[in-house]
Structure formats: structure tokens, C-alpha cells
């Protein structure tokens, strides 16, 4: 899953006091003046901090005659449901990276009826929270899993990241019942908390995921 329950919301906010956020398998959505002028930070579970963007997106949406209202708020709802089980559910894309949560639902276009089916298709545009890895950026993760040649790891919502033994300096591969890696000051084992430099990362369509390739070669980085 991309969007757990217990997300976490850490921010700066200049000039604004109140700021509220949901994530989107609660359905609810991201309110905020002034997106722009807030940084924000948001933990998936361990060890992982990162700047998320926002990004306006064109969908279609497609509604069930029983869920249409003559008063238009229950369709309203109906709509935002919709979008974010489709958020959810594509997961990501190459050019915005992963679907945090939905920020804004700007507009809501006129419907266009289905002859065979009676569904209505609503062109929607919406403002998202995203994420998307970066050449060179410093990430937060922990250690998955460790094989001979290097290990994985996982951070937030990327969770195949791979590092090799190359790129790890001075460590050196222990084997047997818990393999590590290590050097004379520290180890790499499983669940290890590890900050690391992104070195590259390729788009998997089929997987909808991104795949990076990282490394502990440098100041500052290494097991936390």
C-alpha cells in the first residue's frame, strides 16, 4: 500500500496557522491556503522524511446513475470517493511519481452518458500530493532485505532500492542465519535504519513503481 492510516504530517507554515490533512484511503482531502508557502514533510512508517510537491491533473470520472443527486452534493461526493479510490489504485506514474493524497478538487466538468451502461463519465481537474524520486537526493530508509552482492532497502512509498556492495565503502558481506554487512565502526542487518544518496532510478510500468539505485559512499551517510 502507498497511503497508510497512521501518516504522518510534519510542517513549516509562514504566515498560517491551521492546516489539515487526511489521507486518501480515509477519504477525505488535503485543505491548505496558499500551498506554495508550506513545506511539507510526511513519514510512511520508519525512518523516512522527504519534500512532497503538488501537481494539477486532468481525470475522468466515471459515476453509477444510483449515485446521481438532483441537489448535486451527494454526486459531489460520490465524485471525490471515486477520485481517490482511483488515486489509490493507480498508484503512480512516470511523470508525477507516487499519489500521496488528493490536495484540492478544482472543477468538475459536464457529464457525458454511457448509451449502454447509463454510468456518467465527469472530466475533473484536481490538485495532488506526489512524490518522485530525484537524482542525487538524501533519503531516509531501512534495510529489507541483504543478499551476498548488496542489499534493499525500502523508504516511504519507493520500495524497491537496491545498493550495492561497491557502493557501500569499506563494508564487507558477513553471511550465515542473520547476514549483514559490515566495517569496523558499524553494521548493515535487517530493519537497520540507513540515510542514503540516491544515485539513479528507472520507471517499471508494469509494477507501477520506481526502481533506485543507492549508495552510503559519501559524508554523513550510512546506518542512523
Same mark, same amino acid.
Given at each position: 500500500? +502507498?497511503?497508510?492510516?497512521?501518516?504522518? $504530517?510534519?510542517? #513549516?507554515?509562514?504566515?498560517?496557522?491551521?492546516?489539515?490533512?487526511?489521507?486518501?484511503?480515509?477519504?477525505?482531502?488535503?485543505?491548505? #491556503?496558499?500551498?506554495?508557502?508550506?513545506?511539507?514533510?510526511?513519514?510512511?512508517?520508519? /525512518?523516512?522524511?522527504?519534500?512532497?510537491?503538488?501537481?494539477?491533473?486532468?481525470?475522468?470520472?466515471?459515476?453509477? &446513475?444510483?449515485?446521481?443527486?438532483?441537489?448535486?452534493?451527494?454526486?459531489?461526493?460520490?465524485? +471525490? $470517493?471515486?477520485?481517490?479510490?482511483? $488515486?489509490?489504485?493507480?498508484?503512480?506514474?512516470?511523470?508525477?511519481? /507516487?499519489? +500521496?493524497?488528493?490536495?484540492?478538487?478544482?472543477?468538475?466538468?459536464?457529464?457525458? %452518458?454511457?448509451?449502454?451502461?447509463?454510468?456518467?463519465?465527469? &472530466?475533473?481537474?484536481?490538485?495532488?500530493?506526489?512524490?518522485?524520486?530525484?537524482?542525487?537526493? +538524501?533519503?531516509?530508509?531501512? %534495510?529489507?532485505?541483504?543478499?551476498?552482492?548488496?542489499?534493499?532497502?525500502?523508504?516511504?512509498?519507493?520500495?524497491?532500492?537496491?545498493?550495492?556492495?561497491?557502493?557501500?565503502?569499506? /563494508?564487507? /558481506?558477513?553471511?550465515?542465519?542473520? &547476514?549483514?554487512?559490515?566495517?569496523?565502526?558499524?553494521?548493515?542487518?535487517?530493519?537497520?535504519?540507513?540515510?542514503?544518496? %540516491?544515485?539513479?532510478?528507472?520507471?517499471?510500468?508494469?509494477?507501477?513503481?520506481?526502481?533506485?539505485?543507492?549508495?552510503?559512499?559519501?559524508?554523513?551517510?550510512?546506518?542512523?
Amino acid at each position: 500500500m +502507498i497511503l497508510h492510516a497512521q501518516l504522518h $504530517v510534519f510542517y #513549516e507554515r509562514m504566515g498560517h496557522s491551521d492546516f489539515t490533512l487526511k489521507c486518501a484511503n480515509n477519504h477525505a482531502l488535503i485543505s491548505a #491556503e496558499s500551498y506554495q508557502a508550506t513545506k511539507l514533510y510526511i513519514s510512511f512508517g520508519r /525512518y523516512s522524511a522527504m519534500v512532497f510537491l503538488e501537481a494539477e491533473m486532468s481525470w475522468n470520472v466515471l459515476i453509477s &446513475p444510483s449515485q446521481l443527486d438532483r441537489k448535486g452534493l451527494l454526486l459531489r461526493k460520490a465524485i +471525490i $470517493v471515486r477520485l481517490l479510490e482511483d $488515486v489509490t489504485n493507480k498508484r503512480a506514474s512516470k511523470e508525477h511519481g /507516487y499519489y +500521496i493524497a488528493v490536495n484540492q478538487l478544482k472543477a468538475i466538468s459536464e457529464g457525458k %452518458v454511457r448509451e449502454l451502461t447509463g454510468d456518467v463519465l465527469f &472530466p475533473i481537474t484536481f490538485t495532488c500530493i506526489t512524490q518522485k524520486p530525484m537524482k542525487g537526493e +538524501i533519503l531516509g530508509g531501512y %534495510v529489507d532485505r541483504i543478499l551476498k552482492h548488496g542489499v534493499f532497502l525500502k523508504s516511504g512509498p519507493t520500495e524497491s532500492i537496491f545498493m550495492a556492495e561497491k557502493s557501500m565503502s569499506d /563494508y564487507k /558481506y558477513i553471511g550465515g542465519e542473520n &547476514p549483514m554487512f559490515m566495517n569496523d565502526h558499524s553494521k548493515l542487518e535487517k530493519d537497520t535504519a540507513v540515510r542514503f544518496k %540516491v544515485m539513479g532510478f528507472r520507471w517499471m510500468e508494469a509494477d507501477r513503481q520506481f526502481q533506485l539505485l543507492a549508495t552510503i559512499a559519501g559524508d554523513f551517510l550510512g546506518p542512523l
